[in-house]
Nanobody
Framework: QVPFVESGGGLVQPGGSLRLSCSVSRSIFRILTMGWYRQAPGMQRELVANIMSGGYTNYADFVKGRFTISRDNAKNTMTLQMDSLKPEDTAVYYC????????WGQGTQVTVSS
């Protein structure tokens, strides 16, 4: 069973918003630092943001001020609110622990295009 399931991606115009969701099957979710990652075509997967079990957050410079990561430990879920989207945000987005485990979900495609 894949422990991470992502949803919420889609096609959006530049400047638009999307909200991604991650469902985690692992009961130890609440103690894990969790992260959102993305991989654009031909590029390596990169960390977008992470959030510690207590809620402390870190963001990559390229999303600071535009994306917001949050989590609900009671529901084993995590979200990524993405605002002011740019074409360069186009990628497949994944959730995983931070640092990541070897078990990756299918991800959710985000395409920013006019």
């Amino acid at each position: 069973q894949v422990p991470f399931v992502e949803s919420g991606g889609g096609l959006v115009q530049p400047g638009g918003s999307l909200r991604l969701s991650c469902s985690v099957s692992r009961s130890i979710f609440r103690i894990l630092t969790m992260g959102w990652y993305r991989q654009a075509p031909g590029m390596q997967r990169e960390l977008v943001a992470n959030i510690m079990s207590g809620g402390y957050t870190n963001y990559a410079d390229f999303v600071k001020g535009r994306f917001t990561i949050s989590r609900d430990n009671a529901k084993n879920t995590m979200t990524l609110q993405m605002d002011s989207l740019k074409p360069e945000d186009t990628a497949v987005y994944y959730c995983n622990a931070s640092p990541p485990s070897d078990s990756w979900g299918q991800g959710t495609q985000v395409t920013v295009s006019s």
